[in-house]
């Protein structure tokens, strides 16, 4: 869990493709599976938890460096947002 410190905020979709470098129908197809935050909806409007989008590119750096094995998902599963 976040540091009681620390305030999330919405990112809309624009500012996930521009940190993640991801194309519009491949973050749905990776939240399709499971693998890639699911957004908050706010209305008709889709807004994503910038601490979960951290987490996410931190998992997968640290996939890249420790443990070829780890999924970004891992991070996101129920148990470690609670």
């Known amino acids: ?4 410190g620390v305030t ?5 979709f624009p500012a996930v ?7 519009r129908s491949t973050i749905y197809e990776k939240i399709g599976r499971g693998t890639f935050p699911a957004p908050i ?5 889709s807004r994503w938890s910038k601490i979960e989008l951290q ?13 070829p ?5 891992k ?5 470690f947002l609670k």
């Open 8 to 12: 999330d905020s919405l990112l809309g």
């Open 41 to 45: 909806k706010i209305g008709r409007a």
């Open 75 to 79: 991070l996101l599963s129920a148990d």
């Open 55 to 67: 987490m996410w590119i931190k998992c997968l750096r640290a996939q890249r460096t420790r443990n």
């Open 17 to 23: 493709q521009a940190a993640t470098g991801l194309s």
């Open 1 to 4: 869990m976040p540091d009681a």
């Open 69 to 73: 094995d780890a999924h970004p998902s």
